[in-house]
């Protein structure tokens, strides 16, 4: 009786659940050119939405930021709401090194039934600036018990608050604020491990900082920042090194899309069966107000129905999936185009077999670039050269990036789902690039001037090498960062 009880207590609950909610289909990831955004577990209740949001920043050489506040789900007929978030403890969790990732928990509430047949998701608030930023001078900073004091620098005022000499150590609290004038583009990190500090101007101290890792200084809330000299000193002088950089952040636009609930996908994905026939497969659309098959005309029954027209005709998202195996790239699970591996060079083709793209990886070394996590200061970039033009361009290199360009291809309009190459768009891309690493290198190594020939399928770079007056012209493989010079 109990168990009977029980079991019946259990459907009830699972069935008031089932009913009080709406699950959605997770929508493709979304690649960006340096970053990656999954969205899962899509679902909405009676007074709220939710789904977890995992950002992946896939670059070498920038940082990721993402502002929670600034993600937002519109209802059809309500307008769009901001949302409120867990996962993370502040703000200052947003910042994402090269090689990172996070997880948000987003909640999206208001007082109104949110179980929409169909919403759209908008990512606002995803930004990205250069790793290197810029190094903000800061004044030496003389802490003496009882005494304060402040300086500021562009947009952050720095306080002395309280300094207090113990039996054997020096203890200063400081504090870090912004002034009026910042904004939400500009990313200011403190690094403690540049700082150092002098006992009355004589010899070093033994200083230890709090926070004692790279941290964010946040718009909301200031930062305070404790130092710690051992021993007893009737003054210190604060020499505060590269430990405040400010970086430049760019906003990326992420396009909006729509998520359709589970329940009504599977019926408009559900074919309409009639006596001697073949059910067709059905398309699935995701519209805002989903049609439902019945009332389309089943096609003429054929003996042996073929699968692959359906998945030629599906459609590409606007941020597709790009996936290859084997050589084969694909997007959202369509045939696009084939890479194959020549040496340093990847070849991309269209499905005809003619060639649209070559790059090429290089790696050099960069002084300005030298760090704790990058001792030798390396750079990675790669060189694209497309069919038929006389110009190339350069792009930093990131992690899977011979996956991320066929993305960049299809969603720059440069080899649309056909496969041909758009010459004219391919120029604007190549111009819009540039050659910064080219350029760097030269005035790296002024001595190697470097030109270069295009044949595509086999690329040869002439390098003209001049010293003490002696010119000499060959054709070679050069890795200028060690410099590593020779012969094919």
């Known amino acids: 009786m109990k168990k009977s009880l029980f079991c019946t207590l259990l459907l009830t609950l699972v069935t008031t659940l089932s009913f009080g909610q709406k699950k959605y289909v997770q929508p493709p990831p979304i690649l960006g050119d340096g970053f990656k955004i999954i969205i899962s577990e899509i679902e909405s209740l009676n007074n709220d939405s939710r789904f977890k949001l995992e950002i992946f920043n896939d670059s070498r050489d920038q940082y990721l930021t993402i502002d929670p506040e600034q993600i937002g789900i519109e209802y059809p007929g309500l307008g769009m709401y901001l949302s409120s978030y867990t996962g993370l403890t502040s703000k200052k969790n947003k910042v994402l090194e090269p090689g990172s990732k996070k997880t948000i928990n987003v909640k999206v509430a208001g007082d109104f039934d ?73 990313l200011y990190l403190f690094d403690p491990s540049t700082i150092t500090a002098t006992s009355n101007g004589g010899p070093g101290v033994v200083l230890k900082v709090t926070p004692n890792k790279l941290s964010e200084i946040d718009f909301d809330s200031d930062l305070k920042v404790t130092l710690k000299a051992e021993g007893v000193h009737p003054s210190i002088m604060v020499d505060w090194g590269k430990s405040l950089k400010r970086i430049m952040l760019t906003d990326i636009d992420i396009p909006v899309f729509t998520v359709t609930d589970k329940a009504s996908t599977k019926l408009a994905t559900r074919p309409t069966p009639t006596r001697g026939t073949t059910p067709a497969p059905v398309e699935q659309v995701v519209t805002e107000k989903p049609q439902p098959v019945a009332e389309a005309t089943p096609p003429a029954p054929t003996p042996k129905p073929t699968p692959a027209p359906v998945v030629d005709n599906r459609s590409v998202s606007t941020n597709p999936k790009v996936k290859e195996k084997k050589g084969l790239i694909t997007l959202d699970d369509v045939e696009y185009m084939t890479v194959r591996k020549e040496g340093k060079i990847y070849i991309y083709s269209n499905l005809n077999g003619d060639i649209v793209l070559e790059t090429k ?9 030298v760090s704790d996590a990058n001792p030798e200061g390396k750079v990675h970039y790669v060189e694209l050269y497309f069919a038929g033009s006389k110009v190339y361009g350069e792009k930093t290199a990131g992690f899977s990036m011979k996956k991320k360009i066929p993305g960049i291809l299809y969603m720059r309009k440069i080899v649309p789902l056909n496969g041909i190459l758009d010459p004219v768009k391919a120029d604007a891309y190549i111009n819009t690039l540039g050659t910064p690493h080219t350029q760097r290198r030269k005035e790296l190594y002024p001595e190697v001037i470097i ?35 020779g012969n094919d």
């Open 451 to 485: 030109e270069r020939e295009v044949i595509l399928v086999k690329q040869r770079e002439t390098i003209i090498i001049e010293k003490q007056g002696e010119s000499k012209k060959r054709d070679i493989n050069i890795n200028v960062g060690g410099i590593k010079i």
């Open 114 to 186: 949110h179980k929409s047949a169909t919403m759209q998701i908008h990512l606002k608030g995803v930004r990205m600036g250069p790793l290197a930023g810029e190094i903000m001078s800061l004044q030496t900073m003389e802490l003496a018990e009882g005494k304060s004091g402040e300086t500021q620098t562009k947009a952050l005022i720095i306080s002395v608050e309280k300094v207090k000499q113990s039996k054997d150590v020096l203890v200063a609290t400081t504090e870090f604020k912004f002034s009026p004038s910042n904004t939400e583009n500009e």
């Open 361 to 369: 990886f290089v790696t050099y070394n960069d002084r300005a670039q």
